[in-house]
């Protein structure tokens, strides 16, 4: 597809995002949201009446299917508007995960996921706690005895984690996982018997109401499973891809909001006389954040387009490495710098900045520490460097 | 004095610091004061009671009468133990402004100030939100009619500003302030009639209780004047260098609590069987910790020095300007290291080091933007240099 | 003209400096070039002979008529294979000044410029040494008496400056430079009486061979003048530009050079019996190094994608500006990591990291420092949001 | 010894460099030096005979017997007169290898080194090019056969290693090596059967004239071994700490040139009618620069006091890493600001500053590269952690 198309694609759906935005979204709304840990299931509900509800849904239920960028942009310019992480592409990360489920056999089950109202309903537990997201660290385990099959551990970070009727949990399984690496994956209920939530009280990022989730000796009906058939190391690879993608793109979105109000200070503030905007020390600040955003813009776009290309699978993950290894830290720096900008007000909810700041923060952890990325991205450099000869 | 017998003031008030707090601050009781926005009356009576007591009270009344360095330690030392910018230096900032009433005549004020509860209990109305701290942008103003003597303008930031009885406010004034360059300075009872409150919900430091005051046509009895005689610029100067260090000594106490954490969760943690303090990634942020908190030891130490030194005044404000400069700004980013050292958990209450981070960017803005300190650095600097032609 | 036919042109272009490059650039021969000040006249026409001989023409003169990324990118690719700054983007210099000479009756003095050798022979002498590269801040002038016209003045960096036959001159001009704000340009040889030429002694870009030219009332013949016909201002910005992406190309160049080279080096060196390329702490060097290379290019080819454009002039300068705020910083500071992964060679001309670090160095002067950008960046964002009220 | 006799030793020591430098030091010298790679013998000579020779000198043999600190300061003086790194504190670093000889049956070897022509004529052959300057990745060997003991390997780094007429060679060596970790001490005569010296074309530093050194199974001399006796390891450790706080005081020394250079430019230089020294974005270039001067004499100061104090080993070893952590790295970030507000003359020999830039990156470098200090510096941290539970 060439670029021009894919630039059509997004500026339409920056066009529903701007409607919905428009009618859905204000900072008093906002604020309200953050206080109570959540967007009220009536709004919700609306996101998917939208012409946005096509892009939560995957392609084999009619849900959008073009290039990853569209949805990624979707997701930058919903954080934009907000000022804040807005919870919607939650579900649109649940849903990246189903479509990666593209065996026929799994169409029920996407059927199933979706059934009960039309939404992504699950929650993902994926995340033990650890400094890295990704599978090898799991100790969260699947038990066979005579009397059934038991699961065990704890998972962290759970996005929407209290609220979602049913989690996706990674666990170790000898019994189950044997095509898989020692690994499973089942949807459990949250009304079982031996699940417990805890919310997580962030210092951000409160509307995702991110939960603990303890599974103390849960017993499991075989019909949770999730079938993988070998090839859940191939899903869950593809899922951190996108998963970093979209917290890159939100990323991009509040630092783009950062921004936004950084300049309507500086165009109408005056200090001593002067514009913030003509005193030298305030537009170095602004040229800085203003080369920073061209960049996180260039890798988010560059690792968008890279997973719906040819490219390959080392490619698309090292092009999603880069954009996570600077992506999130920068823009929590840009947020600060426009924080610093706004004097006082700016470490107060009179401003946004304050929060924009404090939802910044979460991503550079969120999908994997920014500083895990630099051994992928050292080590598939140089791979390439030793086979190219030259990187010329 | 000498630098040993200063060291061993710092080191008896520091033993007084760590007895106070292994018996009245607990993260449990920190975390509770955050969510009532400030410190129970009797915790706070208790801090008067204890050794610490006379660090609060103006040499004039049977306080502390030694160098500064001895104050700023104490105050780096409550908020290393708290993790958190805990309240208490908020009286020894009033009170820093006391001791510069030295005349005689303000004995009788002083001794009203503290005369209720021994207690150095009123809050200080300087700041109007702009980006510098200085007195040459205030524009509450005082006006005389044949009604009496009106105050009106606002102030923000005050810290304590809804607890404190009394509040210091300073403003334009053409009548009575004609020997301190159209400024006065006058102590109003938040009690009178057009006095309006409203609390700031600041993104940290919430103990500190920040609020905003109105004051619209508030009139003043003029037994609430401050007799400044003329000595108001020196007086406010000098108070802006002691609330820079205060505020850099907490910064640093919290940088110092941070890398305490972060020390020892490097120490237990282990990650896919390393100890972390075993990663060179990680070391090398400790290493780069270790740097910074050595350096802000050092320029407030420098600072606070320099102010009970002969210095002149124009020396002792490039050591106050120097520190404010640098430290906050290097405090909030080591705490987001630690932060970041902590993974997930970092992000939440469940580690201290998110209010540490939270706490610390709140230093980058009080008692003048950090950046605003630049100017006079710059001036003292190449004024130095011309006079002496080299600065060898 | 679409994306894909203009990265064909990159491409087409990269391929012919390849083979320039394999046949006339070698390690031997830069250093010899760099001791001598300059590449030998046999080489400098091999470049005139091969493919890349048109890229050097204006199109008038049957030279390439593309897009300038197009040059732009065999100028960042040249340097690439030298890890130096070669001269020949010099005379593309010199020739994208002649382009925008787009009037007819200008096209003999362009056949003049390049008819002696088929070269662009002559150097430009517009700066005088301020930090900011622009003409308004120009002294050297251009009076008139009863014995004729005469030019008095001293410019510098002027690149090729000894070597080139005749130097352009931008001189303050009251008489001739009525139509051109009291500015005027003339071509002066070099043989005259009163002209003279100094070479700088550099600590890099020794193949430019910069010189500080002095002209001591120079009589100057009215036929050396050009003639700019109110157009000089829109031609000296647009040589600006121009001038501004060659000098980041050439710094994406070198910070390509360094890449690969810190690649190899990373590849093939073990300490204490580990590849360096396994160490964490040089893994998080190389994917900084990954990061930055990406936003440079991108910052480049948008900024000179630009200026081949329909974009607005104002949007035009915007993306040249921020180019330069942050390309050679950046390759600066990288040059400086490949180097220290090289250890004490890194240090010598037994690596040439040591020698892309000096180059590097003054890109972040010529065409303007690079600090000089931040206000027309400031300048440009606060007033572009201020028409869309939303940068949305 | 307190702190106020150690600062008046320093500034004795300080008042005899600046006499020195008014007589022997100049601009023009250091260039010609550096084109010569050397100073002159007459010059080197003038430096033992004013009073700075005793600094040069082991107490054995009357040298000045007091704090290393003072050495330290010494060296950062004679950089910051010169703008460069000058080779005299090279003869320093020998005399801090002989002054851990302190046994009595060295004193014989010491009159040797020196007896000559009272001056320490040798270089230090212990640096193999790798990334840390330690002891540990040492491969030149000393070998035995029948027909004697022979020294083969490569040396690189050593200063003075051309003019020198015996270098001391650091070898593995399990023959004679056996009290001391299997390494032995030799002090070679240049003028042997296979020692070749290769000069090292740095790119800056030109007067220490850094060589390579090949010994080609050259035939040692029983006489030339230093005993060691057991007390190797704990010889070159301190070694190490004393050569690095000499580095550092060299960068310090140039940082604080760099930044008399800049405010003199800031003091004398406008641009549009403006002085530098009122630009606020100058502002900030100074005030940064300040505090990193600050920060640099702490550390330096800290480290040169402890290896002179009780300090435990430990604790000392890490005050030196902690320096040479930070401060060449920020020296060299230092002078590139400062190069930076000279414009085009920055970058030229027109200023001193570009020839301090240079040579203060190779201080990085010099005596194990700053990267290789963070792990002693974590590991440090966490272990004096562990063992004080609270770092408070």
Same sequence: chains 1, 2, 3, 4.
Avoid at 200 to 227: C, S, Y
Avoid at 332 to 342: G, K, M, N, V, Y
Wanted: proline letters at 2%; one cysteine or more.
């Amino acid at each position: 597809m060439s670029e021009a198309s894919i630039q059509e694609m997004v500026d339409e759906v920056i066009g529903y995002v701007d409607d919905f935005c428009a009618e859905h979204i204000s900072e008093e709304r906002v604020k309200n949201w953050c206080v109570s840990r959540g967007v009220s299931t009536a709004e919700y509900a609306a996101f998917y009446e939208s012409e946005l509800g096509r892009y939560c849904m995957p392609p084999a239920l009619g849900g959008f299917d073009g290039p990853f960028l569209v949805r990624a942009m979707l997701v930058a310019r919903l954080m934009r508007h907000a000022g804040a992480m807005l919870p919607y592409h939650s579900d649109m990360n649940s849903m990246a995960l189903l479509s990666t489920l593209s065996d026929q056999s799994q169409r029920e089950i996407i059927e199933d996921f979706t059934a009960s109202d039309g939404r992504i309903s699950f929650s993902q537990a994926f995340s033990e706690g650890g400094l890295g997201a990704d599978s090898s660290s799991i100790i969260t385990e699947v038990t066979s005895d005579l009397d059934g099959v038991f699961l065990d551990g704890e998972k962290t970070f759970v996005a929407n984690g209290q609220f979602a009727s049913r989690t996706l949990v990674l666990a170790q399984d000898m019994v189950h996982g044997i095509e898989d690496g020692g690994q499973s994956l089942w949807l459990v209920p949250l009304s079982e018997a031996g699940v417990y939530t805890y919310p997580l009280n962030t210092v951000g990022q409160e509307m995702l109401a991110p939960a603990r989730l303890v599974f103390d000796h849960v017993k499991l009906d075989p019909m949770w499973r999730i079938q993988t058939e070998g090839r859940l190391g191939a899903m869950l690879e593809r899922q951190y891809m996108l998963g970093r993608i979209y917290v890159c793109a939100a990323s991009l979105g509040l630092a783009q909001a950062a921004m936004d109000d950084a300049l309507e200070r500086c165009a109408r503030y005056r200090t001593r006389g002067r514009y913030l905007s003509s005193i030298s020390q305030i537009q170095v600040k602004l040229a800085n954040m203003a080369v920073e955003i061209r960049s996180m813009e260039n890798l988010v776009t560059k690792a968008a387009l890279s997973v719906s290309s040819d490219d390959s699978l080392s490619e698309q993950k090292y092009n999603c490495a880069l954009m996570k290894h600077y992506v999130p830290g920068a823009a929590t720096q840009l947020a600060s710098e426009a924080l610093q900008i706004f004097g006082g007000m700016g470490y107060t909810d009179e401003s946004r900045v304050s929060r924009i700041w404090r939802d910044c923060r979460g991503n550079q952890i969120a999908q994997g520490a920014d500083e895990m990325m630099s051994r992928s991205i050292a080590r598939h450099r140089v791979k390439e460097y030793a086979f190219t000869k030259k990187n010329l």
